[in-house]
């Protein structure tokens, strides 16, 4: 939806967009390997006021090209988006000493790579805002029918980086969402852009609004109030667009009585958790005789979950592998060994969480003495889902993460390409959350050690985020 591509003036680079990252891209590439210094490049975007109009008019010359890692590239896809004027000087400044050494991405100290992870995280939680806190109203247009329109204003460039989410999510609504330097409209079938819009263009409220704030007022629990937590969350800005923010001031007056009133039944809680404990251990002794496919004839046990039973995070795997079939454990192999060092490196306790599989039983095939992993099929999968959804149910995690795509096929009922569900979360049947990352297992296949050395640190940032976006939901 971007116009064509960058307009390159010798060291003067306009780009079409505030998020050009194509453009950005193209534009970068060529003047790294014509050897031009950052400090010798003005980049601007289409629109702005000229300020360099006298700049070196002469071509960079040819150059050799040359690969980045890819988390560079996933990188600079979301610093694009900031609204820092110095974002793409930046990004060229790393992309330069990516091209003097393939592994400066390693360089933690280093103060540019810092400067740059921190807009990206910025950018990440300026999407999740965005994810959390629209609202759409519904609009009747003569002729046409229901319009859901939204007004939000974000902090950053990333209104068109998110609209596939929207489009996902939302993909059988026709709806727009307005914000001040552009807007989105989906029909149904086609996304489109148009010019940005304020809140006054915005509609009011409609009927739906009112059975929200009345859902709203009755799961607000007052025990969990932390007022200074609330409002670093969802900041004070967001309220206006939110119908249930009206009813906050009124709910938390009244806190302090409801909460007086949740004391006095606060005795029962002991057998309510001893109710989840035995519930659990009950489920966990049907599954160890579990017959729903054949893999229980081979496999020396059924291999449950583990983990506290009111955890932030759930895990699932695959499968157990032939060290869990053997202890009763899941994740206790060496891609266990892997996930748990991966975990901590992201700041996670596992002893926090809950690990279990989408398979319970080992799938394999003899080989001598030796019983080789064997993936489990769509039928497998489909007969185990029933554990799964068992122990959701009891668990009711924040969110839940799929180790793989066999994990991921569990959890959602269809195929999914992992790259292309990775940096965003699903939402699943029941409306629980859920990311998809890469099963610790697949790291230790990869042949080439640059390449397990890059996808194991693309594993630990996905469990940062993972660990980012559970802490903000607790």
Known sequence: MLPDGPMIDAHRVTLAAEDDFDGWRDAARGLAEAGVPASAIVWQVAGTPDLFAGADSSPPPPGRSFAVPRGFVDLANKVICHSD????????????????????MEDRADPLLDRLERMAKEVRRDLHKMHAFVRFREVDEPDVGARFVAFFEPDHHIVRHTAGFFVRRFSNMR??????????HWDGETLTEGPGASRAEA????????????YYASIFNPARVKVKAMTKEMPKKYWKNMPETALIGELLAGAQRREAAMIETSAAMPRIESNLQASWAALKAEAAVCTRCDLYKCATRTVFGEGPLAPSILFVGEQPGDQEDLAGRP??????????????????DRAATYVTNAVKHFKF??????????????????????????ERSLIRPLLTVALGATAARSLTGRT??????RDAPLTLADGGECWVTVHPSFLLRLPDADARRIERARF???LKRIRDRAESLG
């Open 85 to 104: 004027p110095e974002r793409f000087a930046l990004l060229y400044a790393m992309l330069v000493k990516l091209r003097a050494n393939r592994r400066a």
């Open 175 to 184: 709806w727009s969402i307005l914000t001040p330097e552009l807007s989105i």
């Open 203 to 214: 509609p009011g409220g409609d009927p739906v609004e009112e059975v929200w704030k009345t």
């Open 331 to 348: 994740f206790v192999g060496p891609a266990g060994q892997l996930f748990d060092a991966a975990l901590a490196e992201a700041g996670i």
């Open 365 to 390: 095939v003899a080989r001598g003495k030796k019983r080789i992993h064997s993936k489990p099929d769509a039928g497998e999968i489909e007969a185990c889902r029933w554990w799964i959804e068992q």
């Open 416 to 421: 999914v390409t992992i790259a292309k569900v």
């Open 460 to 462: 630990v940032d996905d």
